[in-house]
T-cell receptor, first 113, second 115 residues
């Protein structure tokens, strides 16, 4: 069975700091990769996704993620965070050809103004 | 447009009771998913419907859990003989069409508390 590991459960940053959230997965086959975000009081929503092609993908609100196949990683980055980025971030992996997702435990990001 | 809706938003029940949780997917979405999120964890897959049929129910933890989608839209997750360990947020998601690359749209969840 596949699993997803997110390295940090809680991250605290000041505004304008750079962000990198780690995500590693265990599955040897072809995967589809996602980052979801849950802002306080809101639903889970898709931030970005990778299926194929350029391993550097850009999402909404200035976020990007890089798929490194050799490291089984899909880390999320943002050069300069804002207070409004305070949220919980989930990495998710789906096996190619399968619709269901396996999520990591999430990383709670708190950005102080 | 309307997103995925779930009712009730909160449900408190006693151990041993039966509960039903409802999900209304986005209109036109043929795929529907149920996940469970326990405290401090990410969503955990339970069951996936394509149309009226369960395409994958491998995530259901035991036979106390059952889900239906009789007309291919609304789905109900049913839990018999609830246990305290069933306490969690139950999330529903829907997507357009079948396939692994379709974005899943999540509802607000139903918070189930078993006392």
């Amino acid at each position: 069975a596949q699993s997803v590991s997110q390295h940090n459960h809680h991250v605290i940053l000041s505004e304008a700091a750079s962000l990198e959230l780690g995500c590693n997965y265990s599955y040897g086959g072809t995967v589809n990769l996602f980052w979801y975000v849950q802002y306080p009081g809101q639903h889970l929503q898709l931030l970005l996704k990778y299926f194929s092609g350029d391993p550097l993908v850009k999402g909404i609100k200035g976020f990007e993620a890089e798929f490194i196949k050799s490291k089984f990683s899909f880390n999320l980055r943002k050069p300069s965070v804002q207070w409004s980025d305070t949220a919980e971030y989930f990495c998710a992996v789906g096996r190619s050809g399968y619709s269901t997702l396996t999520f990591g435990k999430g990383t709670m990001l708190l950005v102080s103004p | 447009g309307a997103g995925v809706s779930q009712t009730p938003s909160n449900k408190v029940t006693e151990k041993g009771k039966y509960v039903e949780l409802r999900c209304d997917p986005i209109s036109g979405h043929t795929a529907l998913y149920w996940y469970r999120q326990s405290l401090g964890q990410g969503p955990e897959f339970l069951i996936y419907f394509q149309g009226t049929g369960a395409a994958d129910d491998s995530g259901l933890p035991n036979d106390r859990f059952f889900a239906v989608r009789p007309e291919g839209s609304v789905s109900t997750l049913k839990i018999q003989r609830t246990e305290r360990g069933d306490s969690a947020v139950y999330l529903c998601a829907s997507s357009f069409g079948q396939g692994d690359t379709n974005e899943q749209y999540f509802g607000p969840g139903t918070r189930l508390t078993v006392t």
